[in-house]
Nanobody, 117 residues
């Protein structure tokens, strides 16, 4: 059974920082790539960025470029989303997704990030 566990969410003032962690576990589980997503209340889930098995990262969301950093070690099934210069509009539930070579997707439970003005 594969488990994806997220941690690190919370409440922070505007301009502050938070780091989310995502750890995957399971017998014979090996992630091929991973992604971070977020969903604000009343909005659709949006792709923040991700990492390939080679360690290449991409930040897809224009509004977070230069502020959010994706890092980790896919071989160890562990990834991070460092969020700097947080803004109230970054308030959302953040999800970690992991994908295997066969195309299976696994999701974390979600981490609430709340940024106060």
């Amino acid at each position: 059974q594969v488990q994806i566990v997220e941690s690190g969410g919370g409440l922070v003032q505007a301009g502050g920082s938070l780091t989310l962690a995502c750890v995957a576990s399971g017998i014979n589980f090996s992630a091929n790539s991973m992604g971070w997503y977020r969903q604000a209340a009343g909005n659709q889930r949006e792709f923040v960025g991700g990492m390939t098995h080679k360690g290449d990262t991409t930040t897809a969301l224009a509004s977070v470029k230069g502020r959010f950093v994706i890092s980790g070690d896919i071989a160890k099934n562990m990834w991070f989303l460092q969020m700097n210069g947080l803004r109230p509009e970054d308030t959302a539930v953040y999800y970690c997704g992991a994908y295997t070579k066969s195309g299976s997707a696994y999701w974390g439970q979600g981490s609430q990030v709340t940024v106060s003005a």
